[in-house]
């Protein structure tokens, strides 16, 4: 068995090599100052960012020649909102996912946060602040206004626009999955149900489904 002299001994070497490592540590960290760390940074975190290109993209919005420049980057949802100032498009969740952020790119129906500004050159892109006319609301606005089609508003704007492209489909008579043998349709024949699932990419939180799809029936019946 060790001696408590040994053991002594033992205790003040284990001191000493453990002073010795935590001042090594402080040396190569801590202790240096920023300049001498910057010397051993990884040369990639020091390098120069690369230039985000900048583009010029023409497209006509609610009527009005719009010609913007825009990071490459640049969502058609940010350069509506961010650009052009029209808020009425909503960021919800940025992913694609809730439709809030729904305007008319060429008639169809998109997700604005899923497509960049650049790849919408020429187009003609109508957004909610778009959907009136001479000031007075179009037959939609007016019949979500009728059956309370909202409660927050936040997915309002969303709702209205993709709901207006719907109409527009129907008339075209172009199919969704619901829709039975198109090839022996005359006309869709917008039910209910239709309508739910032509509406599926909108999401309202508040749960204001009932009365968004009375308003877009009451307006198939009437246009």
Same mark, same amino acid.
């Given at each position: 068995?060790? #001696? @408590?002299?040994?053991?002594?001994?033992?205790?003040? !070497?284990?001191?000493?090599?453990?002073? /010795?490592?935590?001042? =090594?540590?402080? /040396?190569? =960290?801590? =202790?240096?100052?920023?300049?001498?760390?910057? &010397?051993?940074?990884?040369?990639?975190?020091?390098?120069? $960012?690369?230039?985000?290109?900048?583009?010029?993209?023409?497209?006509?919005?609610?009527? /009005?020649? !719009?010609?913007?420049?825009?990071?490459?980057?640049?969502?058609?949802?940010?350069?509506?909102?961010?650009?052009?100032?029209?808020?009425?498009?909503?960021? =919800? *969740?940025?992913?694609?996912?809730?439709?809030?952020?729904?305007?008319? %790119?060429?008639?169809?129906?998109?997700?604005? *946060?899923?497509?960049?500004?650049?790849?919408?050159?020429?187009? #003609?892109?109508?957004?909610?602040?778009?959907?009136?006319?001479?000031? !007075? $609301?179009?037959?939609? !606005?007016?019949?979500?206004?009728?059956?309370?089609?909202?409660?927050?508003?936040?997915?309002?704007?969303?709702?209205?626009?993709?709901? #207006?492209?719907?109409?527009?489909?129907?008339? @075209?008579? &172009?199919?969704?999955?619901?829709?039975?043998?198109?090839?022996? /349709?005359?006309?869709?024949?917008?039910?209910?149900? &239709?309508? @739910?699932?032509?509406?599926?990419?909108?999401? *309202?939180?508040?749960?204001?489904?009932?009365?968004? %799809?009375?308003?877009?029936?009451?307006?198939?019946? &009437? #246009?």
């Amino acid at each position: 068995m060790p #001696t @408590r002299d040994a053991n002594a001994g033992f205790d003040a !070497q284990r001191r000493v090599f453990l002073g /010795t490592v935590a001042g =090594g540590a402080v /040396t190569a =960290g801590v =202790g240096l100052p920023l300049s001498s760390m910057a &010397e051993v940074r990884s040369p990639a975190v020091d390098a120069a $960012p690369h230039a985000v290109p900048v583009n010029d993209v023409k497209f006509r919005v609610n009527g /009005t020649e !719009q010609h913007l420049r825009v990071d490459a980057r640049t969502t058609l949802l940010d350069a509506l909102r961010e650009d052009l100032h029209l808020t009425g498009v909503k960021k =919800g *969740c940025d992913r694609g996912q809730c439709g809030a952020c729904t305007v008319i %790119v060429d008639g169809r129906r998109i997700n604005s *946060c899923l497509t960049l500004a650049v790849m919408h050159e020429g187009a #003609t892109i109508t957004t909610v602040e778009g959907l009136a006319s001479s000031g !007075q $609301p179009s037959a939609l !606005q007016s019949a979500f206004l009728e059956h309370d089609g909202f409660q927050c508003g936040y997915c309002t704007p969303g709702q209205l626009c993709s709901a #207006t492209a719907l109409l527009d489909e129907v008339r @075209r008579n &172009e199919a969704s999955a619901l829709t039975p043998d198109i090839a022996r /349709t005359t006309r869709v024949d917008l039910s209910d149900a &239709e309508i @739910r699932e032509r509406m599926s990419g909108n999401i *309202c939180r508040c749960g204001a489904y009932p009365n968004i %799809v009375a308003a877009i029936r009451k307006t198939a019946s &009437e #246009t």
